[in-house]
């Protein structure tokens, strides 16, 4: 029995029935439904799947199924600054893996997990297409090229 | 019907056109194993996500091997079951499944009756490969009031999923994260507790694995019955004697009244009485429920909710709860056969023989896990003190009959104990899909007109039909009736009711498919509905077999009320047998 | 209308959108805008040329130069000496990697040459967001045509005699999925388009649907006449916001014309196309897989059949292609399936698109002839490889394909020969290797993708695969055995002979094609347990020369877990018990004095 | 922006559209077309090779006569300027000197359309494709 009392602020909730509504409350249109909400509270935690299980009229836990199937979906807040790393075919066979450890050492963090100060979050992901460019890594929306692990630590630099 | 020639090991055969392979095999007499596939034929329910891949075959023209449970027969197809091709394939995913699985069999309460264990046997495995380095899927145990998850032991068959959210609609699970580390959970990996189960218990019964069990609850059974200041009173659903047996090695249908009554008083309990008795109860107050709505109804009296629901059925109750709180007035107010028992026994029975009741434990044998969750709600019990203390299903009574050495075949008859153990054959057929309405009508029949019923069995009430419906000539006045068994067709007649759109005035509904005989802590049916409905038939045989068929006229009930609650729908009779029901649904709250 | 004697077209695919492009565009502007010249030359931001290894590209036309790795400080450069003075600027030229010669028009690159470009026929030409462009170039002229002219079966009947395989991975023929998808009655049927390219290393449908979009718009219109569907839905990744943006003024501008929507070109027919975006799993890909996801629901793959010509998205007849498969259809029909049937080898006909990357000196995406060998691929189109290093092999297909070696170079490239040679066409990715990749470590890395990216459905692939990454990991530590090598043959074949769906069919080809092309090396590191190409940390063992030593102690001192020991002048010695292998000793060893054995 | 409401509708909106990518297409293939360069040096622009240039890119479209106008660099013919390359498909290029626009005109008809040469040819030393090819 569900003894979990949801909290959200009303707009949150308001800009969630929004979304679903805009998508006709059609639970075929839950994934276009999370993308939306995503993009706006930058992950998607609980209390927002529950807000759209009630939004589409769905079970929740078919929704939660739903976010941890697809890995573009995060139920963690993402850093100020997310750093991506393309381990890609292109970008792994030119030493992209070596850059991810750089940037384990400096963050002092695994991927999937941010900084303490909640500056950097470190993930990895597989083809942005820019495999001309290998080693790729993404922050926010910066793309750097070409990447060596001597690389790293001027990346870093630019956010401080 | 257009059929289709194949071949199958070199026999041919006929199938009508869509049969699966799987099943083309079966009816040559080849049983090509399976871990996920399974089938309650006369339900309606299948699944066969073709997951497993144990149950594949070579078949003409394929480049891979077929899942035969999912590959319809084409003509002329020729399949071939057990090349070394297809073995080595078998033993090959069963060696996977079985590198990602604990293998502490020894210790694991499905041990015995375990689908996944019965397969490495049957595969002839004796050995896993790289065990010593491969990584087993790990997650964190979850115990309920009911059900206890313990997914490393998950094999991705499916089968609760989809019990769970197509058969029943609850919704509580669903197959969560990808690859390597999926499986199946409630929303959040949360404990199931805060899902929106409803403990029917429908994922235990289908559970091929240790994945999904009850909570055991004979430790503490035991240590009332060791307890030498503590009356222990059992009780004993109907749809248990139907199915007991079978833990035994009796066949399906297999009544074991009396041996059941004989082993439960050698186990030690101090008094062995029947929820039948209290079923016959159920049907005085329901009954009278129902004919003082109806009566208010025809008089027009827009206040009187009509269909009044049967409210036997603590997983239905919990569904209703979750999904339709706003409906919460219209089932009947009566409580379940087992908590009047309790509430009967802590009061009366125990005034009776002059005991405190917190010197008395009830114990009930169910064929249910929401018997275990509804014996803990907080409005069944008295300062603290439950009406019912320990729920134990079918399955733990077989496995505590069989740790106390008791050889329960070969034991004689015995007849409950008095006065809570003589009940009618109104009250058998409770543990069936249509009983609890049936047994409704005999006395309701009977009470409206004022006339002796004359045919006693409405045999239009039986049947395995997930949603069924008749009208009952009550001296002139139609009286429609609605049946729902499963809660998904159960959400069928209730849509109907919230949108006014029902034309019923009574409406049964039983959570589980079949009724309680196919309930959640019965013993496993392994997909086979066949024992099911041998159990249904076994209720009606004892109901026939009765001298007495009808609640009202169950001496020890009128005596009862005479002696105790005065008459049905009492205050007293209210006090005691009757509840109220919560909104459960979750609350979105607005932070402030 | 202004008369531009001149214009520049600017890259605008992801890869130089990344490097800036969209500043080149705006500096060259700006400059083009100081010396008054914005009535003669025009701008245009493209879609991608395909040599992205050099990229941001600026194209110079008529004169047809092509400028390589070009940024935005460049652009005062291009309009002040080319743009004025008609002078080439040498030094942004692209240069050949073996005669370092520049060459200035890209007919003349060896990228180029052999390339052949009919889904890319657009691509890195026109304004991808500009629908006029497209109509200029016989855009929609097609669907006129067969709306016009041919009856649905017409249609099909000449897609089918095009001989086209769909480009998504299977090589099913895409005549005969549309002759399906029309069989089937129904109320209501669906054209879809997979533009969900979850191949590492592939970036074909990207390019497409970036630099060409109407063209798919187009021929998805074609297939839903031809079918009788009036509802179109593109699957696209998320993570492909440039191509999704592109679509959808793409979708808005056919609506706006009336190429899309009620009563094209008043013919009666109607279609509309609607996105669905993917949200990252790789096995969407799979059409049953897609059509769950469309749903809102996990994607998760069903057994075939029902295909989804017969039960597809909510039930219906649905016909799934890919973008590539599509982008062809125009020209098919404008041309004529005998002109496509020409192109290409006996059973696979017309073009295909790559998406060349890895250790090759020209990374970009390539259209050829089906039938063009792995050699001229590699060697001609692809400059060889990089830092003359020599090649080792080329994996095709993605990580569900197969890795080729040096003897199948000379294979000409269609879908039989691959699936012959134990590869695949997949969708197109081509990643080359060279001499230091190890093929123990390279199957390692593909079946982590597969095992990451399982849904977890089927048994074999859910714990198959990961059964396989783990044994090849013991390979890599030096723990495997030769029987290992046999276990590891057939759990592959096991799973391929199990699995649900084409993910997993298909998932141990990587190992399966290596161990059969790469036996020795596979040998090496369970019997001999070493590594030949170096790769793997575990049997690797740093030694020091003692005819080089000087004893200078720069490695001890470097050395962060103390493993090497030795007097000041004195050779020193490293212990191998604890050495992690970290390398330090040997980038500071000046002596060369170090070495891996 | 209007609805394409037939074929011919496309068809014609089509034709609108073509000259703009008039350059691009033939660039593609200029081997095949008529190929004019205009030498656009200082002293080139100062004798007036800007005209020049308007005039081939006009006329040459308005004769129907697919061709490619480019610019270059200075031929290295300061006394004759305005000058001007042209390479017909096949053939060898030819330099005409002092182009004024009756001359352009001459190029035109003659030159160009019929391969007869016309006055003011500058014998040609070296060739102007640049660089390696």
């Given at each position: 029995m569900s003894h979990i009392k949801i909290e959200l602020r009303k707009e949150d909730v308001d800009f969630i029935k929004g979304v679903c509504a805009t998508f006709n409350n059609d639970p075929q249109e839950l994934i276009n439904v999370l993308h939306s909400c995503q993009e706006h509270f930058g992950y998607l935690p609980a209390e927002v799947q529950e807000v759209v299980s009630d939004g589409l009229n769905m079970p929740v836990a078919k929704i939660y199924g739903v976010v941890t199937f697809y890995s573009f979906f995060t139920m963690t807040p993402k850093g100020k600054h997310p750093i991506s790393i393309c381990l890609g075919t292109a970008c792994y066979v030119r030493g992209a893996e070596k850059v991810l450890e750089e940037f384990k050492k400096e963050l002092g963090i695994q991927v999937g997990e941010s900084t303490k100060d909640n500056k950097f979050s470190l993930s990895s992901l597989r083809c942005v297409g820019a495999c001309g460019l290998a080693p790729v890594v993404l922050v926010g929306d910066k793309t750097y090229g070409r990447?060596?692990?001597?690389?790293v630590k001027n990346i870093l630099k630019e956010y401080e | 019907m257009e059929t289709i020639k194949l071949t199958i090991d070199n026999k041919e055969i006929d199938v009508p056109k869509g049969t699966t392979i799987y099943k083309a095999a079966k009816e040559l007499g080849i049983d090509i194993p399976t871990l996920c596939y399974m089938e309650l034929h006369d339900m309606g329910i299948e699944n066969k996500p073709a997951g497993c891949r144990i149950c594949v075959a070579e078949v003409s023209g394929r480049r891979t091997l077929a899942p035969t449970c999912s590959t319809k027969c084409e003509p002329g197809m020729v399949v071939k079951t057990h090349t070394p091709r297809v073995l080595n394939a078998r033993r090959t995913v069963m060696e996977f499944i079985l590198s990602d699985h604990p293998k502490d069999c020894l210790v694991c309460s499905k041990s015995g009756t375990c689908e996944l264990q019965d397969m490495a046997h049957r595969l002839g495995i004796r050995d896993i490969p790289g065990a010593e380095y491969a990584a087993v899927s790990t997650y964190r145990m979850d115990t309920s009031p009911s059900i206890i998850r313990n997914l490393d032991k998950c094999i991705m068959c499916r089968r609760c999923e989809m019990m769970c959210n197509e058969v029943q609609t609850v919704g509580a699970i669903s197959a969560v994260n990808r690859g390597f580390m999926a499986t199946v959970a409630p929303a959040f990996e949360q404990n199931l507790e805060h899902s929106t189960c409803t403990y029917c218990g429908q994922c235990v019964s289908v559970c091929p694995t240790g994945a999904l069990t009850e909570v055991n609850h004979v430790p503490q059974v035991l240590r009332a019955l060791v307890d030498p200041t503590k009356t222990v009173v059992v009780q004993t659903a109907p749809a248990v004697r139907a199915a007991l047996g079978e833990e035994f090695g009796l066949a399906p249908g297999t009544l074991v009244t009396g041996k059941m009554t004989a082993a439960l008083r050698a186990l030690g309990f101090d008094y062995v009485f029947d929820t039948d008795f209290a079923a016959d109860l159920t049907i005085m107050e329901e009954g009278t429920e129902l004919l003082d709505r109806l009566s208010r109804h025809l008089k027009g009296d827009t206040t009187a909710k009509i269909p009044i629901l049967t409210s036997c059925c603590p997983g239905w109750v919990n569904f209703f709860e979750e999904y339709f709180p706003d409906l919460k007035d219209v089932p009947s107010s009566a409580k379940s056969p087992q908590q009047m028992f309790g509430a009967i026994a802590k009061s009366y029975f125990a005034d009776k023989i002059g005991i405190n009741r917190k010197d008395m434990v009830v114990v009930s044998i169910m064929p249910c896990l929401a018997k275990k969750y509804e014996c803990q709600r907080d409005e069944f019990s008295v300062d603290g003190n439950p009406d019912v203390d320990f729920s134990i299903s079918t399955r733990e009574l077989a496995s505590f009959i069989k740790q106390a050495n008791i050889d329960i075949k070969n034991l004689h008859d015995e007849e409950f104990d008095n006065p809570l153990g003589e009940s009618t054959g109104a009250g058998v057929i409770f543990g069936t899909t249509g009983g609890v309405i049936e047994a409704a009508c005999r006395t309701a029949y009977e009470l409206y007109t004022g006339k002796k019923l004359e045919r006693i069995e409405f045999t239009e009430l039986r049947g395995m039909g997930g949603v069924r419906s008749a009208t009952i000539d009550f001296d002139g006045l139609p009286l429609n009736i609605g049946i729902a068994h499963g809660l998904g067709n159960a959400r069928k007649l209730l849509d109907e009711v919230r949108s006014g759109k029902s034309q019923f005035h009574a409406i049964e509904v039983m959570a589980c498919p079949g009724g309680c005989i196919g309930g959640g802590g019965q013993p496993l049916h392994h997909g086979n509905s066949e024992i099911i409905k041998a159990r249904a038939a076994a209720l009606y045989t004892e109901d026939r077999k009765k001298p007495l068929r009808k609640s009202h006229e169950n001496p020890f009930i009128i005596k009862l009320y005479d002696e105790f609650l005065d008459k049905p729908g009492s205050e007293k009779a209210h006090h005691l047998l009757h509840t109220h029901y919560f909104d459960k649904k979750k609350k979105i709250m607005i932070k402030k | 209308m202004s008369k531009y004697s001149m214009h520049l077209l600017v890259c605008g695919g992801t890869g130089c959108h990344a490097s800036e492009s969209d500043a080149i565009v705006c500096n060259l502007r700006d400059e083009l805008e100081a010396k008054g010249l914005m009535d003669t030359v025009q701008v245009i931001m493209t879609g991608c040329f395909g040599f992205c290894e050099k990229g941001p590209i600026v194209k110079v036309m008529p004169d047809n130069t092509f400028y390589v790795q070009v940024k935005p400080e460049d652009a005062q450069t291009i309009v002040e000496e080319h743009v004025i003075k008609g002078r080439k600027v040498t030094r942004l030229l692209y240069k050949d990697p073996v005669t370092r010669e520049s060459i200035s028009d890209s007919k003349h690159m060896g990228f180029f040459k052999k390339q052949l470009r009919i889904v890319l026929r657009n691509c890195g030409f026109i304004n991808p967001e500009n629908i006029d462009e497209y109509i200029a170039r016989d855009g929609y002229l097609a669907l006129g045509k067969v709306l016009t002219e041919m009856t649905p079966e017409e249609v099909i009947k000449e897609v089918k005699a095009s001989g086209q395989r769909g480009r998504g991975g299977a090589g099913f023929s895409t005549g005969l999925k549309w002759e399906l998808a029309r069989k089937n009655q129904s109320d209501e049927k669906y054209v879809v388009c997979n533009a969900d390219e979850g191949d590492p290393g592939a970036f074909m449908d990207r390019s497409v649907l970036e630099g060409d979009p109407h063209s798919v718009l187009e021929a998805m219109a074609i297939c839903g006449y031809s079918i009788g569907a009036g509802n179109g839905l593109i699957y696209i990744r998320a993570e492909y916001p440039l191509a999704i943006e592109r679509l959808k003024i793409a979708i808005n501008q056919a609506r706006e014309n009336g190429l899309l929507g009620d009563n094209i070109f008043g013919t009666g027919f109607s279609f509309d196309i609607k996105l669905r975006y993917g949200a990252g799993a790789f096995v969407c890909g799979e059409e049953t897989a897609l059509i769950h996801s469309m749903e809102g629901l996990r994607g998760e793959p069903t057994v075939k059949p029902p295909f989804p010509a017969e039960s597809g998205y909510n039930g219906k007849p649905t016909n799934v292609n890919n973008v590539e498969t599509f982008a062809a259809i125009p020209a098919i029909i404008l041309k004529g399936a005998k002109w496509f049937a020409s192109i290409g080898t006996e059973k696979s006909k017309g073009t295909k698109v790559f998406a060349l990357a890895g250790k090759i000196n020209n990374v970009g995406l390539i259209e050829v002839p089906m039938g063009t060998t792995l050699r001229e691929v590699i060697f001609e189109i692809g400059g060889g490889i990089r830092n003359g290093k020599k090649f080792k092999g080329i994996q095709t297909g993605g990580p569900s394909g197969g890795c080729l070696s040096e003897k199948h170079l000379d294979t000409p490239i269609d879908f039989d020969n691959l699936i012959a040679a134990g590869s695949i066409m997949g969708s197109g990715a081509m990643i080359v290797l060279d001499e230091d990749d190890c093929m123990v470590s390279m199957a390692k890395f593909f079946l982590e993708f597969t095992v990451e990216e399982?849904?977890?459905?089927c048994a074999p692939c859910r714990i198959g695969n990961k059964r396989l990454h783990e044994l090849l990991g013991q390979i890599c530590e030096g723990k495997g055995t030769l029987a290992d090598l046999d276990r590891l043959k057939n759990m592959s074949i096991v799973i391929k002979d199990t699995a649900l769906c084409g993910l997993g069919q298909t998932s141990p080809n990587p190992v399966l094609s290596m161990m059969d092309n790469y036996y020795d090396e596979y040998v090496a590191h369970v019997t001999d347990k070493k590594c030949p190409a170096g790769q793997c940390k575990s049997l690797m063992e740093y030694v020091i020369n003692p005819d080089n030593c000087v004893g200078c102690t720069a490695c001890a001192r470097v050395c962060p877990v103390n493993a090497i020991s030795g007097e000041r002048k004195e050779v020193h010695h490293i212990d191998p018990a604890i050495c992690i292998k970290c390398g330090a000793c040997m980038e500071k060893c000046k002596f060369d004095a170090i070495f891996i054995n | 922006m209007s609805k394409i409401t037939s074929l011919a509708d496309l068809k014609k909106r089509r034709e609108e559209l073509k000259s703009g990518l008039d350059i691009r297409v033939k660039a593609i293939d200029p081997e095949n077309v008529v190929q004019v360069k205009v030498a656009m040096a200082t002293c080139g622009i100062a004798s007036g090779a800007k005209t020049i240039m308007e005039f081939f890119l006009e006329q040459l479209d308005r004769r129907n006569i697919a061709a490619v106008v480019t610019q270059t660099g200075c031929m290295g013919y300061c006394y004759a300027e305005p000058t001007i390359e042209v390479k017909l498909p096949g053939q060898d290029p030819v330099v005409f000197g002092f182009v004024d626009l009756k001359r352009a005109d001459q190029i035109i008809e003659k030159y160009i359309k019929t391969g007869e040469l016309v006055d003011g040819i500058i014998p040609v030393n070296y060739q102007t494709i640049d660089l390696k090819e």
């Open positions: 990447v060596a692990p001597d690389d | - | 399982s849904c977890g459905k | -």
